[in-house]
């Protein structure tokens, strides 16, 4: 049974840094398209950061970039996200997701067939 398990969502004022974890189980990261999705209440549900893990080829949101960046650490079988500079329109709700192949479309939703629970991220100014 594949499980992703999100950590690290906390809360923070403007400008802090976090990291969020994704830690898989019965899945390994290998040539497929993993990603972070955010959604903010009354909001859909959108993507962040995507990644191919065979190639590294990374994906960014235009709202994130140069501030996100998305990571993998094959030993440990994790996706990271790492957040700096955060602002108070990060707030929501992250999750991580992974598919069992590579995707065109990184940040297409019905694409990916695992998630996890997700994990809150609140920025405060």
């Known amino acids: 049974q594949v499980q992703l398990v999100e950590s690290g969502g906390d809360s923070v004022q403007t400008g802090g840094s976090l990291r969020l974890s994704c830690a898989a189980s019965g899945y390994t990261y290998s040539r497929n398209s993993v990603a972070w999705f955010r959604q903010a209440p009354g909001k859909e549900r959108e993507g962040v950061a995507a990644?191919?893990?065979?190639?590294?080829?990374?994906y960014y949101h235009d709202s994130v970039k140069g501030r996100f960046t998305i990571s993998q650490d094959n030993a440990d079988n994790t996706i990271y996200l790492q957040m700096n500079s955060l602002k108070p329109e990060d707030t929501a709700m992250y999750y991580c997701?992974?598919?069992?192949?590579?995707?065109?479309?990184?940040?297409?939703?019905?694409?990916?067939?695992?998630w996890g629970q997700g994990t809150q991220v609140t920025v405060s100014s």
């Open positions: 997701a992974a598919a069992k192949d590579q995707l065109a479309a990184p940040f297409w939703i019905p694409g990916y067939n695992y």
């Open positions: 990644m191919f893990t065979a190639g590294g080829d990374t």
